[in-house]
């Protein structure tokens, strides 16, 4: 049972950073927040991220090249111009690289404004930082497995490691696929946006996309009365605790 606690935090803490902090701030810039809270949620990113950390730079400008160029061939992440969801997930990665490392240059509208933290980005995405991670997850599942056999563990659980290694890509991979492909449309986007699932729990409301590339800059990525966007409370409470400022407050 621990690990199956341990697997859940991990999901929700990571996906919560990639959904607040790399979507909803980093790309779309929904809120405000002091130079201090943004240095915090940096590290609190790679903190949930681990072995899989994005960088918020990288993140962004790829965000959004995908929502002006949705579901076209110049979509960093469409599931119809690529084979399969891993051909996506490989592409994705080319392009996410180019851009972390500079190779590539994207155009202004692209890249105004991201949060960039370099030296930061430069530690947490080393080999040495992925590496660590993985040995720290693998020793929790080898220390409660098969050290000290507690007591909800099996052997199956190994299985939920590349999971852990490959985080943040697979809740990307899961959003850009399913969020693309199946479910219903309340609105008309000239794309292929869908709402994956009427309660988004599982995604932190991610796949609320059909939605979101109606209103992109809208916090709350649910909109009909049946629909919940879990990250949005959230979102309402650092608003009024003072860490955020919700530009539309």
Not at 68 to 73: F, L
Not at 76 to 86: M, R, V, Y
Request: aromatic fraction near 20%.
């Amino acid at each position: 049972m621990i690990l199956i606690v341990f697997f859940l935090l991990h999901w929700y803490f990571s996906l919560f950073c990639q959904s607040f902090f790399l979507h909803r701030y980093a790309a779309h810039q929904m809120f405000y927040m002091s130079k201090f809270w943004e240095r915090f949620f940096y590290i609190f990113t790679w903190v949930t991220q681990g072995s899989s950390y994005l960088s918020p730079r990288a993140y962004a400008i790829l965000h959004r090249m995908h929502h002006a160029y949705s579901d076209t061939p110049k979509d960093p992440h469409s599931p119809h111009h690529t084979e399969n969801l891993f051909t996506m997930m490989w592409k994705t990665k080319n392009i996410y690289n180019d851009y972390f490392s500079f190779r590539l240059k994207p155009e202004e509208r692209f890249s105004k404004d991201v949060p960039d933290w370099n030296k930061f980005d430069k530690i947490a995405d080393s080999m040495m930082a992925r590496v660590s991670w993985g040995i720290f997850y693998a020793l929790i599942y080898i220390l409660c497995i098969s050290v000290f056999e507690l007591p909800g563990t099996h052997w199956w659980m190994y299985f939920l490691l590349p999971i852990h290694f490959l985080m943040g890509p697979v809740h990307g991979a899961i959003v850009n696929w399913s969020g693309h492909k199946y479910g219903y449309a309340n609105f008309d986007n000239n794309d292929k946006s869908k709402n994956s699932l009427l309660l988004d729990v599982l995604m932190l409301g991610e796949l609320f996309q059909n939605n979101h590339h109606k209103l992109p800059n809208r916090p709350n990525f649910a909109v009909k009365w049946y629909e919940f966007d879990p990250t949005y409370p959230v979102v309402k409470l650092l608003h009024a605790t003072g860490i955020i400022k919700l530009r539309t407050a």
